[in-house]
């Protein structure tokens, strides 16, 4: 049997771990999810589910990581009892996981685009309003919709031929210091700007009027989506690492550089948007559109929109090569292919199935899954923000709680091995009970409340059959 690869240090797998969580959903979906659901309203919700929801899901990913040895598609094999079916699940983690790069690949384009685009030069110096229609353009054009898709699958899956060691660690550690490096000197240069005392007030003062239904469900999911959990990401590199420390520790160190880079992407966002007079509730575009107006209006724009949109590709990249490295791990256990094989295929296949979010703005814009607004990557991402994370989170969770499944005292005793911060007994009510309960209500409460339709939704509509 192949022996399992492993990472070469415990910096390391802080880093690819935070590397994985910290991605587009921290630097592209949270700041604008933040501006369109009330600003610090928002932030403050979200920093309450990220401990008290994602971390405790966090330290159950990697714990069922490391005790199986094995990818999110064969750990339940390796901890089930005899007959039972949680291994079901197993199956829709890798289906969640392609799903997620299926679109994620396509952003992650748009941002090489706009890197490359600013280092030419191509996106200062010209009008407020052709900066504005820059970003239509790009969707609209297909050769750069897939060619630039295409370069991020290429790349990603180049970097992982060599390896966990070799390529996937050793690559992501240098992005990640150098991310972190770069938001540092763009948020101190934020808060230079003259609109910096309205946009941190914006961005970090709790405005509780705002706070409803939407404003929650969205923090919950968007805690979710930024640290990847319910699709096994953790599992995985919990599946890399030895016995030495204990898994709460580790947790909290990767919680707090994702949310030491969302709250920094906002603090270099939300001071430019209140200088130059853009909308923060800007929506998906916020990042884009906002961020080339800022830059097209400040001196030296073309080397901070190079620098800022830098960071932004590396903080995609890392999430890409953790993902990918999932679905090349599950692909792996599951037909026994050699890591290059597996490159080339799920490459291949990967190109393939991101091909229609690449085309959905442009050649089948007509297809709209939702409102009248909606795209094939809003179905991709409906589904896997608010169906298989969370759904997938509940069985992790359910899992490692139940006398049916993994059970608590096995859970806690791996969690706890080794040095660091350990789970304490009296927090079992809580992971137990507590935990799973709000997250099926907040699951269930999400989708009753999804827009399906221009002003139709569940919930709408079982109201008004009474």
Not at 298 to 321: D, H, K, Y
Not at 365 to 387: A, I
Not at 388 to 415: H, M, Q, R, T
């Given at each position: 049997?192949?022996?399992?690869?492993?990472?070469?240090?415990?910096?390391?797998?802080?880093?690819?771990?935070?590397?994985?969580?910290?991605?587009?959903?921290?630097?592209?979906?949270?700041?604008?999810?933040?501006?369109?659901?009330?600003?610090?309203?928002?932030?403050?919700?979200?920093?309450?589910?990220?401990?008290?929801?994602?971390?405790?899901?966090?330290?159950?990913?990697?714990?069922?990581?490391?005790?199986?040895?094995?990818?999110?598609?064969?750990?339940?094999?390796?901890?089930?009892?005899?007959?039972?079916?949680?291994?079901?699940?197993?199956?829709?983690?890798?289906?969640?996981?392609?799903?997620?790069?299926?679109?994620?690949?396509?952003?992650?384009?748009?941002?090489?685009?706009y890197f490359i685009s600013f280092v030419k030069g191509d996106m200062t110096g010209i009008s407020n309003e052709a900066s504005a229609q820059l970003f239509d353009s790009m969707q609209q054009n297909p050769a750069i919709m897939l060619g630039f898709m295409a370069i991020v699958v290429v790349l990603g899956f180049i970097i992982l031929s060599f390896g966990v060691q070799k390529g996937l660690e050793r690559v992501t550690k240098y992005m990640m210091i150098v991310l972190l490096a770069l938001m540092v000197v763009l948020a101190v240069n934020s808060f230079t700007l003259e609109g910096a005392k309205e946009g941190l007030t914006f961005y970090l003062k709790p405005d509780l009027s705002?706070?409803?239904?939407?404003?929650?469900?969205?923090?919950?999911?968007?805690?979710?989506?930024?640290?990847?959990?319910?699709?096994?990401?953790?599992?995985?590199?919990?599946?890399?690492?030895?016995?030495?420390?204990?898994?709460?520790?580790?947790?909290?160190?990767?919680?707090?550089?994702?949310?030491?880079?969302?709250?920094?992407?906002?603090?270099?966002?939300?001071?430019?948007?209140?200088?130059?007079?853009?909308?923060?509730?800007?929506?998906?575009?916020?990042?884009?559109?906002?961020?080339?107006?800022?830059?097209?209006?400040?001196?030296?724009?073309?080397?901070?929109?190079?620098?800022?949109?830098?960071?932004?590709?590396?903080?995609?990249?890392?999430?890409?090569?953790?993902?990918?490295?999932?679905?090349?791990?599950?692909?792996?256990?599951?037909?026994?292919?050699?890591?290059?094989?597996?490159?080339?295929?799920?490459?291949?296949?990967?190109?393939?199935?991101?091909?229609?979010?690449?085309?959905?703005?442009?050649?089948?814009?007509?297809?709209?899954?939702?409102?009248?607004?909606?795209?094939?990557?809003?179905?991709?991402?409906?589904?896997?923000?608010?169906?298989?994370?969370?759904?997938?989170?509940?069985?992790?969770?359910?899992?490692?709680?139940?006398?049916?499944?993994?059970?608590?005292?096995?859970?806690?005793?791996?969690?706890?091995?080794?040095?660091?911060?350990?789970?304490?007994?009296?927090?079992?009510?809580?992971?137990?009970?507590?935990?799973?309960?709000?997250?099926?209500?907040?699951?269930?409460?999400?989708?009753?409340?999804?827009?399906?339709?221009?002003?139709?939704?569940?919930?709408?509509?079982?109201?008004?059959?009474?």
């Open positions: 049997m192949e022996q399992r690869e492993r990472l070469g240090s415990r910096l390391g797998f802080i880093l690819l771990s935070a590397g994985c969580a910290i991605g587009v959903g921290n630097v592209w979906k949270f700041p604008w999810m933040a501006g369109s659901h009330g600003g610090g309203a928002f932030v403050l919700v979200y920093f309450f589910f990220l401990f008290m929801l994602g971390l405790p899901v966090m330290v159950m990913e990697f714990s069922l990581g490391r005790a199986s040895q094995a990818s999110p598609v064969r750990l339940y094999q390796k901890l089930q009892k005899p007959g039972q079916k949680w291994h079901i699940h197993g199956y829709f983690s890798l289906i969640a996981n392609i799903l997620l790069v299926m679109f994620y690949t396509s952003v992650t384009g748009w941002i090489l685009y705002k706070l409803n239904g939407k404003v929650v469900v969205g923090a919950m999911n968007q805690a979710f989506f930024t640290l990847s959990l319910g699709a096994g990401s953790m599992a995985i590199f919990g599946s890399y690492i030895g016995k030495e420390r204990s898994l709460l520790g580790e947790s909290i160190n990767i919680l707090f550089l994702d949310t030491f880079v969302a709250i920094t992407a906002g603090l270099i966002i939300f001071p430019a948007c209140f200088t130059f007079d853009v909308e923060p509730t800007a929506g998906p575009k916020l990042l884009f559109v906002a961020m080339a107006k800022v830059f097209n209006n400040m001196a030296g724009g073309r080397w901070w929109g190079s620098l800022f949109f830098l960071f932004m590709f590396f903080a995609a990249m890392s999430t890409i090569i953790a993902v990918f490295e999932n679905i090349l791990a599950s692909i792996k256990e599951l037909t026994g292919w050699s890591r290059i094989k597996t490159c080339v295929i799920s490459g291949v296949a990967i190109l393939i199935l991101a091909t229609p979010c690449a085309l959905g703005f442009n050649l089948w814009s007509g297809f709209t899954p939702f409102t009248s607004t909606s795209s094939v990557m809003d179905l991709e991402d409906f589904l896997v923000s608010n169906v298989l994370l969370p759904a997938g989170s509940i069985c992790y969770v359910l899992f490692c709680v139940s006398k049916k499944g993994w059970g608590f005292d096995n859970f806690i005793l791996e969690a706890n091995t080794g040095k660091g911060l350990k789970l304490k007994k009296w927090m079992k009510p809580y992971l137990t009970f507590v935990l799973p309960t709000v997250i099926i209500f907040i699951f269930i409460y999400g989708l009753g409340n999804f827009e399906f339709r221009d002003n139709f939704t569940i919930l709408n509509w079982f109201k008004n059959l009474f």
